[in-house]
Every structure is written in C-alpha cells, then in structure tokens.
C-alpha cells in the first residue's frame, strides 16, 4: 500500500474542509467553523488496483508558503491549493503559494482547485481560467459533491505514475 500525505492550502472561507469532509465522509456543512491549526484525516483508496492510503492536512487559512511550519511540510507528497471561484481576492494569493511551495521542494505534486463552482456561471469559469497565471486543475464545488473525488484520483493517478 502507498501512503501519501497532502496538505491543503488557501485563504479563509475557500472551502478547504468541506472539500475534506466531503471526500473523506461525503457530509457537507453550511456552518462556517474556521480551522485552527490542522485538522488531519485519511481516506484508502484503490487505483488501478492499488491501494493508496492518503493522510490529508487541513491547514488553517493563516498559513501561507511563507509561513507554513516545516513539521506540516515533513513528509508531504501533494498539495492541494484552494480559492474560492466567487471571491477574486483568494485566488489572487495562489500564484504566490504555488511558485512558494515550489522553491520549498520542486518534487511535490500540486493540484490548484477553483471551489464554489455551483455559485457563477460556466462563463465566469471561463473567464477565471483565461485571466490567471496559473494552471487550475479542476472546479469543485463541496456542496453539490462536483469533482471532489477527482481531486484525489488525480492525485492518485500521478503517484501511481511515478
């Protein structure tokens, strides 16, 4: 069995936990309760017949690439970099995490994820995807459960890969 420990990253109120709790327990909820600190959980899955055990780091908001205590980093195979597609201001930061989390170790996976999709329209996504500076990996949306497990599975699927 892999085991592979990914951190989730981004501003305050992108979604970070409802993306993890919908994967991990396929709950979501409409209360907003900020993260303190880390909030740790694990998921095994099977991929193309192997098993891969993810043990994924919830990182409180205040936490940037800048200031990311190395303990959360020790051993991290992935980052999953979080905004909000309905809120300009948190995907404005992610350039910024993503060239970071690569000067901190160029090896790492990185999925950038547009969450809330289910609040704009497909143009808007589009308009999103034309304007930034990065490559977004997917738009999810926690709430109505959109590609949530295709985060993981693309994770999966690059780990296998290796």
Known sequence: MLR?????????????????????????NNDYLPT????????????????IEFVIWDIADVVTHKTIPVAYLRGTHA???????????SYQRISEDLQGMKKIDPSIEIVVVGNKSDLVEKQQLQKIEADVDFKISLFTSALINENVEDIFLLLAEKFISK
């Open 4 to 28: 592979k420990k990914i951190i989730i990253l981004g501003g305050f109120a992108v979604g970070k936990t409802s993306l993890l709790k919908r994967y991990v327990s396929n709950e979501f």
């Open 36 to 51: 303190i600190g880390v909030n740790i959980k694990t998921k095994i899955i099977t991929c193309k017949n192997i098993e």
């Open 79 to 89: 980052a999953v970099l979080v905004f909000d597609v309905a809120r300009e201001s």
